[in-house]
């Protein structure tokens, strides 16, 4: 009698657990609609360079963090400060990926947009383009010691003659022998 009332009770504390925790799970489309959220920071340098499956999985990602925060989905959609949240979850999951692969620098400073700088030549082939972004964020992570950091000196730093400017043509100089001249204008009062 004794390990069958426990049986019974165990049945139906599993079935509770199990009932409750799925019950907090998001449908998909309180899933699909924090998806379209993110989406309006397409345009951000990082996310403007995804190709369309990778801002799928990016957007998956940002929404996967968020559920995880807030596993009841009318506590976030109540939040006074939600479209500030998700723009947090899109900046740490851009800095968790800046961490994961310093390779894509590329993505943060575009080939087109470093040519029209005039920091990089035009018409370089994909192994200098993969050259001259591994010298970058070799001194990006030799430079900084966190992504933190690294951010904090991007967002600093606003004059054309930057310390990112500065590394992104030493590396263009060392590998292929572009040098490039910078016009330095000073007022003096």
């Known amino acids: 009698m004794k390990r069958t009332l426990l049986a019974i009770i165990a049945i139906a504390a599993i079935a509770c657990v199990v009932g409750c925790s799925s019950g907090r799970r998001w449908s998909e489309k309180e899933r699909a609609d924090v998806r379209r959220e993110v989406r309006a920071y397409r345009d951000m340098a990082y996310l403007d360079n995804l190709e369309e499956v990778e801002f799928d999985i990016f957007a998956g990602d ?5 559920e995880i925060d807030y596993p009841v989905y009318t506590t976030f ?3 006074p400060g939600r479209g500030d949240t998700v723009e947090v979850y899109v900046v740490q999951t851009i800095v968790s990926e ?3 692969d ?3 620098m590329r993505k943060l400073y575009p080939y087109k947009e470093l040519v029209a700088k005039g920091v990089l030549p ?9 050259a001259f972004y591994q010298c970058f964020a070799n001194s990006v992570d030799n430079t900084f010691a966190s992504t ?3 951010f904090n000196a991007v967002l600093a730093d606003t004059t054309a003659n930057s310390q990112i400017e500065q590394m992104q043509r030493q590396c263009a100089s060392d ?10 204008i000073i007022f003096f009062d």
């Open 77 to 79: 959609v109540e939040l």
């Open 175 to 184: 590998l292929f022998d572009w040098v490039v001249e910078v016009d330095e």
């Open 98 to 100: 800046l961490q994961a």
């Open 62 to 66: 940002v929404t996967e963090a968020i």
């Open 148 to 150: 933190s950091a690294f």
């Open 102 to 104: 310093a390779h894509n």
């Open 122 to 130: 035009p018409n370089l082939d994909r192994q200098a383009q993969r």
